[in-house]
């Protein structure tokens, strides 16, 4: 079914109410219509639920904010019999989500951004198994970013401090990093690490470890289908914020016709490690 921010919205505040004064003539009638109206509201925030858990737009809710064009093909969750989770993300020609309507170059997402800020200079993990079926852009995509709002005196575009991005077939590894208290203009990326995109139509098994420091201590290693691929060692990676960025994961790409879709399965982050899931991942959906 097609969802909206407004949807999200009735699903998470619809427990609100306030409690009726009692009517000493006919208090009893009162009392019943009362507990009739709140019987109503309970069923209506019940089916309310159970449709959107259909496309795991209320567990989005919970931990992310969900920005995709309204469409009813857009994002679904589901989960395999054999427990696996699958976020599944897909873009078609002009698929542009509200809050991209404030650029000119028709940039085109459907992504799920954490409500988590996570700190600096300590290592953060975060693991997933991927698959993308249909046809990739020429343009540039975005499959994973750790991001940062701007702060007080800094423009509202602050691009991410890393991102994982799909660019002329091939997978790049791009930080940023700025020593200034404020980042008052447009900082270069880095390119950390490039390999050739993946194959279409098979699940690649990703676990990353980050730690964010502008100052030059910070490190990015990379493990694929269980080999490590990557090791950057001490790098500057990061902005001088009070408040450390948040992840993201969906696709998020350029002015485009193609019909791609993007799954993520198993998706977790944190600050725990997740060195386990090298050898020993989630299963893949059966």
Same mark, same amino acid.
């Given at each position: 079914?097609?969802?909206?921010?407004?949807?999200?919205?009735? *699903?998470? !505040? %619809?427990?609100?109410?306030? #409690? /009726?004064?009692?009517?000493?003539?006919?208090?009893?009638? $009162?009392?019943?219509?009362?507990?009739?109206?709140?019987?109503?509201?309970?069923?209506?925030?019940?089916?309310?639920?159970?449709?959107?858990?259909?496309?795991?737009?209320?567990?989005?809710?919970?931990?992310?904010?969900?920005?995709?064009?309204?469409?009813?093909?857009?994002?679904?969750?589901?989960? *395999?019999? !054999? %427990?696996?989770?699958?976020? #599944? /993300?897909?873009?078609?020609?002009?698929?542009?989500?509200? $809050?991209?309507?404030?650029?000119?170059?028709?940039?085109?997402?459907?992504?799920?951004?954490?409500?988590?800020?996570?700190?600096?200079?300590?290592?953060?993990?975060?693991?997933?198994?991927?698959?993308?079926?249909?046809?990739?852009?020429?343009?540039?995509?975005?499959?994973?970013?750790?991001?940062?709002?701007?702060?007080?005196?800094?423009?509202?575009?602050?691009?991410?401090?890393?991102?994982?991005?799909?660019?002329?077939?091939?997978?790049?590894?791009?930080?940023?990093?700025?020593?200034?208290?404020?980042?008052?203009?447009?900082?270069?990326?880095?390119?950390?690490?490039?390999?050739?995109?993946?194959?279409?139509?098979?699940?690649?098994?990703?676990?990353?470890?980050?730690?964010?420091?502008?100052?030059?201590?910070?490190?990015?290693?990379?493990?694929?289908?269980?080999?490590?691929?990557?090791?950057?060692?001490?790098?500057?990676?990061?902005?001088?914020?009070?408040?450390?960025?948040?992840?993201?994961?969906?696709?998020?790409?350029?002015?485009?016709?193609?019909?791609?879709?993007?799954?993520?399965?198993?998706?977790?982050?944190?600050?725990?490690?997740?060195?386990?899931?090298?050898?020993?991942?989630?299963?893949?959906?059966?």
């Amino acid at each position: 079914m097609p969802y909206s921010n407004s949807a999200l919205n009735v *699903a998470r !505040n %619809g427990r609100g109410g306030h #409690r /009726h004064p009692r009517n000493k003539r006919g208090g009893n009638r $009162l009392i019943l219509r009362s507990g009739t109206a709140l019987t109503t509201a309970v069923a209506l925030l019940t089916a309310i639920l159970a449709a959107l858990s259909g496309t795991g737009v209320a567990e989005a809710a919970e931990n992310y904010k969900l920005r995709c064009a309204e469409q009813s093909y857009s994002y679904k969750q589901t989960t *395999a019999p !054999n %427990g696996a989770v699958v976020r #599944r /993300h897909e873009l078609r020609a002009g698929d542009m989500a509200a $809050l991209d309507a404030k650029y000119p170059d028709g940039r085109q997402r459907c992504e799920m951004i954490g409500k988590t800020d996570y700190p600096f200079r300590t290592p953060v993990w975060f693991s997933y198994s991927f698959r993308q079926t249909g046809t990739m852009p020429s343009t540039w995509v975005t499959m994973s970013q750790f991001h940062r709002s701007p702060e007080t005196g800094e423009p509202a575009d602050k691009p991410p401090a890393f991102l994982m991005q799909q660019q002329k077939g091939r997978l790049n590894f791009l930080t940023r990093s700025d020593t200034r208290v404020h980042t008052t203009s447009r900082v270069d990326p880095v390119v950390r690490y490039s390999m050739p995109w993946f194959p279409a139509n098979t699940w690649q098994r990703i676990v990353v470890s980050l730690t964010f420091d502008y100052a030059g201590k910070g490190n990015i290693t990379f493990w694929l289908n269980g080999v490590k691929k990557y090791s950057s060692g001490p790098i500057s990676m990061g902005y001088n914020d009070t408040v450390g960025p948040h992840f993201a994961h969906g696709q998020y790409r350029g002015k485009a016709n193609e019909t791609t879709t993007f799954e993520f399965a198993n998706v977790e982050v944190g600050t725990t490690s997740l060195l386990g899931r090298v050898t020993n991942p989630k299963p893949l959906p059966n």
